[in-house]
């Protein structure tokens, strides 16, 4: 049975067989408990760079060689280009590459050889601070959009404050910057900056910039103090590091919570921010005024619609209404009562057309006579006329009292044809054909009477 890489219970056996894991797993431990990080240095050979950034050579000196690995976020700290035949020491550990079974170094750090102590430190110092995880990026604070004011640490006769000002106005930044003049190079600078930092850390400023032009690494050597580092990583605003070129790098730059290449750089940074800002807050701008002329214009018609429905529920609408109906109202019964009373009217004028038409006093005035006798009978027919009997005849202008004789009615049924017929004759003596007034007169002749003819009775 061959035990496996994970059977950490197997122990030295000469009669059993193990596998090649776990002969490598322990040459590994082995190499890891007898063998810590620490510096060798020899000349580069057989270097070559991946498409990825790794770099590959071997380290050799007069008798031995070992393969080397600089990986691609170790190599990018790099302040000198690695070639074939150069003298170099590098901080590292020793590994076993298992899938074929040789031993590598991995290179942490790599400097020229002959650099001397302080360069050894440094780079201790480095990997102490990385380890205890101040270079990390999740403690790192993120740079305010916006900041104001700003505290600004550097040279007062350097050009980087310069750059640093000119860029902001160009870019039309507008805000404040709180000026913090300090040393950035020499015996004194660490201390004159550890004090402008503190002063920069109670000031209202939101952010701080560390700006210092570019130089030599004597110049910058000050940005590699543990107590500037340490600092940086207990301040409690965010920093942005803007410490010499592109190319140069101090632990600063690892601490801080932002690296700039140049100060010039920093300042690109902090108005574009505040560009991006200022057209966030524009869009926001808009599409809050767009959302409230969206809501006031609902608000319009709800309350139009309210005040709608209030005004047709409203008691003066209520009356208005009313109004209006009583006023409809009264003009139909107006208008019915005017049709009916005409209607009446029309009806009262026929029926006094009718009662007209049988108006006694109408009919006298137009000429005719009325006949009855004494026991109010009016006489329609000759033939309700018995000879000889009184008949009350009414004119116009009264009632006459006449009598009928046989003669008399002979005479006016024997066909007069004309008044004078009738004027002719004399009075009897015996009174017959005579006419008799109620008075007791005698008229002279029949032409005294103004009755017609045809009316009277035989």
Known sequence: MIPSANDSSSTWDTEKIYSISFLTEQIQ????SHIPMLWIGGEVSNFRQQSSGHL???????????ACVLFR????????PLENGKSIICYGSLEIYAPRGQYQWIVRHVLPCGTGQRDAEFQKLKERCRNEGLFD???????PLTACPIALLSSPTGAALQDFLQILRRKNWR?????????????ESVQDFLHSLYLAQQSPAELI?????????????????EAIVRKIADCSKPIISA????????????????????????????????????????????????????????????????????????PERLIEHRQHQLQQTSHRFLETARFTLASKREGFLSLQRRWESYDIGRNLRSGFLIAENFQGKILRHRHDVPLGSELILHFQDGPLQVSSSAPSISYLSSGISSMDQIQSPSPSPGGGGAIRTLEGETPTDLQSAPFSLLDTPP
């Not at 805000?175 to 015996?187: A, K, L, T, W």
């Not at 110049?219 to 590699?224: G, H, T, V």
Request: hydrophobic content about 40%; aromatic content about 10%.
């Open 243 to 314: 410490i010499g070129h592109e190319t140069d790098f101090t632990l600063v730059d690892f601490v801080a919570d932002l690296r700039a290449e140049t100060p010039s750089a920093a300042a690109e940074i902090i108005a574009t921010n505040y560009q991006n800002a200022r057209q966030h807050w524009r869009d926001l701008e808009e599409r809050l005024t767009g959302i409230l002329e969206e809501y006031k214009l609902r608000q319009r018609q709800h309350w139009q619609f309210l005040r709608q429905r209030l005004q047709h529920v409203s």
């Open 137 to 143: 990026a999740e403690r790192k604070r993120p740079i």
């Open 29 to 32: 431990g082995l190499l890891d």
């Open 209 to 225: 910039v560390l700006a210092r032009g570019g130089g030599s690494a004597e110049d910058l050597w000050a940005f590699n103090s």
């Open 56 to 66: 590959y050579f071997s380290l050799q000196d007069e008798r031995s060689q070992i």
């Open 73 to 80: 976020g170790d190599a990018l700290q790099l302040r000198f």
């Open 175 to 187: 805000g404040e910057i709180i000026f913090f003049p300090c040393r950035v190079q020499g015996d």
